[in-house]
């Protein structure tokens, strides 16, 4: 059973364009060399209601979700309480995220303002998330990770969590890639292939260059057979082309 | 009354992590330079189903709907054929269409094969999005903006279509940068000057180089008045500090 994943990327700086995100791009392409498939990306803003709605919606829809943004310690960081809404579960100060973050800031002789403490309130009974950039934790309740927004801090989290996910199965894919040979002159015969291949996805993707065009074709599958032979029906027809 | 924004990008490729989105950021930045708020951003496969649901909440939930992707010939672009069902409508060769592509393709001597031919396949009655890249038309059905994925092209979509949009109220906004202060110092008494300017929306970036950290407050509202205020306000602290 191919598992299924959703991502909820949370923040109005990615709405009002103030922050191009980058973590749907790492995320899609961590989960698909593990073997999951990627099926639904949100994109929403700091909203209470919107973002509770939007956790159990994915939470139930999908095998595993996906979060990030929000949960720093000011006042627009709202996403662990909106998590723990979710879940009915309470916000709570977590002892072990508060003690990792207690230590950071000693050595670093900075105070530990609420701000700072705000970090630590967490959904009662979640697990940590790593965070050995900037110490302050994510969480993991049920089915969903509530990871970081800062790209750098989202990457080290997922490469925490993504070997500790059960049930991936690698997608096997092959590409060809054809300078000056557009897919409006090989589409037809394409797609009569691609009507022989069931499980397997072929893409076609054009690129307009200042001087020209070309054409990339990717075709995926789990089924490593069927795509040894789709790869050869169309590898053979564009080489002739 | 402001008006709200849905965007819907459509391909698996983003989902497999093949490609990375760059249509987002684009928009978001867009719209808010013309006072549009972007609410919601789904990214979802080349999914008949998923498309036509998600074309048909939007539609009914935002004032305007952009979608980007899958509307080039081939047998995975399949757009227009779920925007079509979306609004009952059928799918025809689309006249003007039709021979704006036939005049480009013979000026490049190039063959109007099916897949040439299948870009003009629209929802009957649409209005033609110009495309001066590559000629393919986008569509506009009722409220929903129908524009290629391709970046290059669908930013000269884009820009053809804000002009026309109607009722954007422009957002002001004030940003503080400030090297060498962390978010956790500030952010206990931003929150509190936050919670007297509820039609403010203050957010806190916090950003972790390899020396250090910096924050950067954004102040936006379409209150200017109240927005001068609160910069002020939080002006004047953060010289302090």
Redesign the interface.
Known sequence: MIKKVGFV?IG???????????N??F??????EYGF?????????DVFDTIVETVKHFSKKYDYVFTCGGI?????DITFACVASAFGLEIEQNQEALRRLSAY?KERE??L????T?LAKMPKGCKLIDNS??IAPGANVENVYVCAG?P??FNVMLNDILPTMQGGIK?HKYTIFKENL???????T??KI??SYDDV????????HDNGFSTEI?M?SRNKKNLDLCYKDIKSYIDKC
């Open positions: 990327v109005d700086e990615i709405l009002n364009g103030k922050t191009a995100d980058k749907i791009n995320l899609a392409k961590s989960l698909d498939d990627l099926v639904e990306v949100r994109v929403i803003g720093g310690g000011t006042h627009d800031y900075l105070p303002t609420d701000t700072r705000n950039i900037s800062i750098k801090i997608v557009s897919e409006g002159t090989i589409g037809d394409i797609a691609a009507s996805s072929i893409g076609s993707y054009p690129k307009f990717v995926r």
